[in-house]
């Protein structure tokens, strides 16, 4: 590989704007084959936090205008990281400058509009990648194997679920995460990961009968206002499904599970074994064999080391564990190495418009109180 520089722009202050900041800073480190990343600039809504980002993280300008991000000849990279109302309009801003873009899930707030930044992408020729960090984890793509192995046989389940309680107080205000604007609720902005990570285990989803429901029916205007705004959005959601390989199984995503932080978990069940795992363990998959002694048969715990890549490349033992600034920094190196080869290495932006296909097939089925099939 060529080694060269690449131009980042970051879009967004917040949360998921650090993460990347973050990445971007560790990935050469962690990946010396890929073109470095030079920090060029970061834009925020409010120009002081765009600033003070910019001291933090090391970028070597701010603005307080995204366009001026998309007009610097020195980036070649956008990372879109605002809410999900304003990432077609930046992406497709991005695309036509001839820059490759990251952005943060879910892609849009509808289908339409991911198909729009899908073709748009594709016509220039650009890569993308879209920020489902979770399989990158070596646990993941160890499961993967196994289950394209033949280590499960034949598959007869999955079970899989995303909750959270970040949602789950009635006087936490209305945001724009709950904004109809934006999309649907927790179907997409959790239950996209869960439908990412059964995509990546067992494949495509042919069908699905969901059930989505706004449990908090009204939140405060701010904090500690008596004004109220009504909740038009889903608050959890939850979905039988059929693959297109044949077997069945069960998705479920919700913000309201009090005392859940990060219960992103699943269950395979296959006619010679299981595996199960829960990212509030990301480094633990554990595997049951069947046909062993029932008196000392049980899943087996398999830790993340080294021989599971690319642990290695973070640390030289195994049992010290990855963590989610370690998934996002896997997640950029990868994407960082594609732009490089010309060739995306995913979840990208046709993966993320097919997610998204079933997050509104599901939004369907909810409303029609039957089976949807998942548009090809």
């Not at 609720?185 to 429901?213: F, K, P, T």
Request: hydrophobic content about 40%; proline content about 5%; aromatic content about 8%.
């Amino acid at each position: 590989m060529q080694k060269r520089e690449l131009g980042i722009g970051l879009i967004g202050t917040g949360f998921m704007g650090k993460a990347h900041a973050f990445a971007y800073r560790m990935a050469l480190a962690a990946f010396p084959d890929i073109p470095t990343p030079r920090l060029v600039a970061i834009a925020d809504v409010n120009a002081t936090s765009a600033a003070e980002a910019a001291h933090q993280y090391g970028f070597e300008s701010s603005s307080g205008n995204w366009r001026d991000l998309i007009a610097n000849p020195a980036i070649d990279v956008i990372s879109i990281t605002t809410p999900n109302s304003f990432h077609k309009e930046m992406t497709l801003a991005a695309l036509s400058a001839g820059k490759h873009v990251h952005c943060e899930k879910p892609l849009s707030p509808s289908l339409a509009d991911s198909l729009e930044m899908v073709e748009a992408a594709e016509a220039k020729g650009l890569i993308t990648q879209v920020g489902f960090n979770y399989i990158k984890n070596p646990m993941l793509k160890l499961a993967r194997e196994m289950i394209e192995a033949g280590e499960l046989g034949e598959i007869t389940g999955f079970r899989g679920i995303h909750a959270e309680d970040y949602m789950h107080d009635p006087a936490s205000p209305w945001t724009w995460r709950i904004d109809p604007k934006g999309g649907p609720g927790v179907v997409a902005d959790l239950g996209s990961h869960i439908i990412c990570m059964a995509r990546y285990l067992l494949g495509g989803i042919a069908e699905i009968n969901a059930d989505l429901r706004t449990i908090v029916k009204q939140r405060p205007i701010a904090v500690g206002s008596s004004d109220m705004k009504p909740v038009e959005v889903d608050d959890m959601a939850r979905m039988l499904v059929t693959f297109e390989r044949g077997c069945a199984g069960t998705l479920e995503a919700t913000w309201v599970n009090t005392g859940r932080k990060m219960h992103l978990a699943f269950e395979v069940t296959g006619v010679k074994g299981s595996l199960v795992f829960n990212q509030e363990h990301l480094n633990e998959l554990h595997f049951y064999k069947a046909g062993g002694d029932p008196r000392t048969s049980g899943f087996a715990k398999i830790e993340s080391g080294p021989v599971h890549p690319p642990y290695g490349q973070f640390c030289v033992a195994s049992g010290h564990q990855l963590g989610f600034n370690d998934l996002k920094t896997i997640e950029m190196g990868e994407f960082l190495r594609g732009i490089a080869l010309g060739k995306a290495t995913g979840p990208d932006f046709r993966e993320a418009y097919n997610i998204q296909k079933v997050v509104e097939a599901a939004v369907a089925s909810s409303k029609t109180r039957a089976w949807e099939r998942v548009g090809k």
